[in-house]
């Protein structure tokens, strides 16, 4: 049974990979940093079948006893400070974990086991100011933003050390992806539990800054099989995962509030308080190499992904659970 480390696991992503790993037959062990209050709704479901141990990316000696203890063949980082409205009022937190915390694991990993298969969490805000459209594995980064400056970091010491130490490190450039497991805090999620709450008379606006931001949109349920894929290749390498399709915010209300047949601008303010001090107006990334090498290809299409969302919603206020 082959064993590997998820950083993250309570999140979005490491909730939907540490599933795909068990239908693979994995066993899962889970990084999680020992807070005031337990995070654990995302994992809820298959918590029984995984290995929880406290560790943090701010702390290296917990690095080297977590992968000394544990001896997994393969990790996956995904942990971080990951909101990029946060990262401008704690640039330096940020920094910390999401560039500093990707070295310590990689020397950690260098140090005990170099065999290791490791997988960072790229991000397309690493392009930020884009440079060409669309953005490929060779486009030049321009971020805008602390996280994205983070990620830039954490992107390049992975291939210094893939390079340096013939670690096999590889990184997955993600695009925006999301799903019902989205916190509240993205726009996305924002949306769509917005949506639901005025469609059960729970509220009566939504606030929101750049409408006319484009993102390339996917299911996160997708992207992290593209992460697996990865890992099992002959040579580490970097990848690009996304559709190659990009809608602005303004049409992913369009079709959130359609789903439950309103008209976004009868409810939507624009806030001056919500707008980035540097803005990233145009992401869309090129999946080619994803496609070709790991053939990998989304399932989930972007109307798809938005009435998941919403529909999930719905259901979780008309239930009367607390949002993920």
């Not at 990848?239 to 992913?252: K, N, R, Y």
């Given at each position: 049974m082959p064993k590997a480390l998820i950083t993250g696991i309570t999140g979005q992503d490491g909730s939907y990979l540490a599933e795909f790993l068990l239908d693979k037959g994995y066993e899962v062990v889970g990084m999680v940093r020992r807070t005031s209050t337990e995070n654990f709704h995302r994992i809820a479901r298959i918590q029984d079948q995984l290995t929880l141990v406290p560790g943090d990316l701010l702390d290296q000696v917990s690095m080297f006893h977590l992968l000394e203890e544990h001896?997994?063949?393969?990790?996956?980082?995904l942990a971080a400070q990951s909101f990029v409205q946060t990262s401008w009022n704690q640039p330096v937190f940020t920094g910390e974990v999401t560039a500093l915390g990707v070295t310590r694991l990689l020397d950690a990993i260098r140090t005990v086991d170099p065999k290791i298969r490791f997988y960072q969490a790229s991000s397309s805000e690493m392009f930020g100011?884009?440079?060409?459209?669309?953005?490929?594995?060779?486009?030049?980064?321009?971020?805008?933003?602390?996280?994205?400056?983070?990620?830039?970091?954490?992107?390049?010491?992975?291939?210094?050390?893939?390079?340096?130490?013939?670690?096999?490190?590889?990184?997955?450039?993600?695009?925006?992806?999301?799903?019902?497991?989205?916190?509240?805090?993205?726009?996305?999620?924002?949306?769509?539990?917005?949506?639901?709450?005025?469609?059960?008379?729970?509220?009566?606006?939504?606030?929101?800054g750049n409408l006319d931001a484009r993102r390339d949109w996917g299911f996160a349920g997708d992207y992290v099989e593209a992460?697996?894929?990865?890992?099992?290749?002959?040579?580490?390498?970097?990848?690009?995962?996304?559709?190659?399709?990009?809608?602005?915010?303004?049409?992913?209300?369009t079709l959130a509030f359609g789903a439950v047949n309103l008209d976004w601008h009868d409810y939507v303010v624009q806030d001056p308080k919500y707008m980035r001090p540097a803005e990233v107006d145009l992401l869309v990334g090129n999946p080619g190499k994803a496609k070709s090498t790991l053939g990998w290809e989304p399932k989930v299409d972007f109307a798809g992904l938005v009435k998941m969302m919403v529909d999930a919603d719905l259901q979780m206020l008309q239930d009367g659970r607390t949002p993920m």
């Open positions: 001896r997994p063949e393969e990790v996956y980082n100011k884009v440079v060409e459209v669309p953005q490929g594995e060779s486009t030049p980064f321009y971020p805008r933003s602390p996280y994205g400056v983070a990620k830039v970091y954490g992107h390049w010491i992975t291939i210094n050390y893939r390079e340096s130490y013939d670690l096999h490190a590889n990184s997955g450039i993600l695009f925006n992806h999301e799903s019902p497991r989205r916190g509240l805090e993205f726009v996305t999620r924002k949306i769509t539990h917005h949506v639901a709450k005025i469609k059960l008379g729970l509220a009566d606006e939504l606030r929101l992460m697996w894929l990865m890992l099992q290749q002959d040579k580490p390498d970097d990848f690009v995962v996304a559709t190659g399709q990009t809608h602005s915010v303004e049409e992913f209300l």
